[in-house]
């Protein structure tokens, strides 16, 4: 769905997750240096680092399939 | 005041970037609502997934998402019958049966249809009903979710209700309809991305599901919490008080049917679909992500009965006590295990369920007022760009409205059960008046509007015989020591009773309509297209007979 000859919807989604991906990556991979001082239960899990990926690759795959000016 | 949650600065990026995202949405959409069919229908042009995901967005408010949660903290698992039985009958209903009719009668409204189909009398009933109770609730929740944002976060209530509300009304007031349902697609993947996490850690925490059965019953010593049927045969072997009968009936029929088949809020995103079979879809594709949802809103609340090393209570209690309330259990759980980043994406989620759930609202009622009330009743010969105009207008007015209405419930708190009773006046009677109205062609403009006023003035004096003797709640509910909830539901069905009842004895007193003025409007005097040509897969009735299969799988599952 675009929004007429403009940008698609599922474009900005994908360059949200995409920042939000990267965001919560990059300090899940830094809190494996500089652990927080109050960690959170199942800290040990790493959660910051899998879902960051999980909405880096989503966002990326969105963001590429819905790239402005290409047909969907 | 200490709070449950602080913030890093890398939480308020995400926060921020957030905001900055549906702003600059409603800025980028502005150049395409001119028209009013822009503006008020987003230019109809919506694909079944769009107008999907909205519609189960615009449903999905904060204080959906918190309340329910809280829900599941203290009833357990009967939380889920709301998302349920209480949602996806409806919903496929919607889908397969009425949406024909209003997407044929190329109605903007719901109201509008009952115009087209009842005359002018029952429009103005319901729209003034709707546009003075949807800024009230949309008030309520404004508070309800500031005062959350206050206990969790610290945050200032003016602040919250401030930034969030003027955020709405602005993309909204830019963008029109089309900003609401761009935005709701938006809000509903960081509703989900959001919240997700804690169900997914929880259970890890838990032991899966069999682990997390075993910690409640360790924890309450019964295992009621984890049933969603087998302990409905009575009317106290629940935790919620309720019978079978009551679920089904009240909540499964009238409520459920009421709300998700003539609220305006959620019809609207699917009259904006591009044609009939994405009208058709979009309920079904709605109801097969409300089916999901429980994961994410009553799997926390039962993980808080698990593994939280406290107990929650009521509001007054945790304010007596400086405890939590059942309120907090969605924040609590998300603060026992996201660190920096993913708790600034769980609040995210919940202010965008916040927002969603205030756009639905504000762009409703624009629509109902500017074309129901201002051009039927004050002003009908102006042209399109003046009601823009005033769909502009009326969406700040709107919102104004609300945050007054937020104000107001924060001096006078009783309020808030007051309106939420209110609501329930017109959602039962609504929908007898509009099935009838679709599946009857006998059924007369007279029949409707009477049946429609009766039944909601029924509903009025049932609630008010109520308060002033609380044993009526004998009659009206068959047993005096039903709930709040169990009396919203026998109510409903009373008053969809009394509406349906009139509405067929005085049509039956009328003169009927001749059939060519129903043309669109009435099963029997509508052409319905046929799919014998769609492919199997893409037939929205296949899709209908998909969810509901699972439906009942999940309903075994869980019994």
Redesign the interface.
Known sequence: ?H??S??S?WF??G???T??GA??LG??VY?LAAP?ER?????E?H??IW??AV?LVVGLGYSYAHLPGKRS | MTHLIALSP?DL??IA??FA?VLY?GY??KG?ATTGDDFFLAGRE??A??AGLSFLSANLGSLELMGWAAAAYQYGILAVHWYWIGAIPAMLFLGIVMMPFYYISKTHSVPGYLQLRFGEPSRALSAVTFAFMTVLMSGINMYSMALVMKVVLGWDINFSIWVSSITVAIYVALGGL?SAI?NE??QF??IW?GAM?VPI?GL??AGGFAGLRERIIANLGSDAYTHAWSTLGSFNGNPMGIHWTGIVFGLGFVISFGYWTTDFLVVQRVLAAKDLRSAKLAPIIGAAFKMMVPFIVILPGLLGLAVLPFHLTGEAEAIATGGHSYNEVLPLML????????MG?GITALIAGFMSGMAGNVSAFATVWTYDIYRALMRKDASDAHYVAMGRWCTILGVLVSIGTAYLVMQFQSIMDYVQALFSFFIAPLFGTVILGMLWKRATPAGGFWGLLSGTLGSIAMWAWVKADPSAIGYIAFSEHAKDMAENMYRGLWSWIICVGVTVGVSYCTRPQPEAALTGLVYGCTHIPGEEQTPLHHRPAFWAVAVSVVFVILNLIFW
């Open positions: 769905m929004t007429g403009g940008i919807i900005f989604i360059a949200l997750l920042i939000y965001l919560i300090y899940g809190s927080p960690p959170p239960v199942l800290h899990l959660a910051g879902w960051g909405l | 890398l990026a995400i970037i957030y995202f949405i980028y959409l395409r919506m694909t997934w769009i089309r761009f697609v938006l993947f960081l991305f996490l850690l890890i925490e603060a026992r295990y996201c660190g920096p980043g993913l994406l």
